[in-house]
């Protein structure tokens, strides 16, 4: 079975919010792709864990979330601190 790294980025940084826009992100994807499995997008993501680990830059936290998120496993959130600040998210998603 194969799999699909998705990647997304906010302008939030409230923990709580960020949270929450997670799961905002995987629900829209079920909505847009169904919940039959193996859609590749983050409808795949089983949760949505924040992490507390800090970028200077987005293709960092890119990076960073391409090697550590497992697929089938929670989205992974991690703040970017740099010109334009924000929080990046990443999953692994079987397709």
Do not use: R
């Not at 923990?15 to 919940?35: L, P, R, S, W």
């Not at 960073?64 to 929670?74: N, P």
């Amino acid at each position: 079975m194969g799999a699909s790294f998705n990647f997304a980025t906010s302008e939030i940084l409230d923990k709580k919010a960020a949270e929450k826009n997670g799961q905002f992100i995987v629900e829209t994807a079920e909505y847009d792709h169904g919940h039959a499995g193996y859609t590749g997008t983050f409808a795949e993501a089983f949760g949505v864990q924040f992490l507390d680990e800090e970028f200077e830059t987005w293709e960092a936290a890119e990076e960073f979330l391409e090697t550590t998120c497992i697929k089938w496993d929670a989205m992974l959130i991690v703040t970017v601190n740099g010109d334009s600040p924000g929080l990046a998210y990443g999953a692994w998603c079987s397709s």
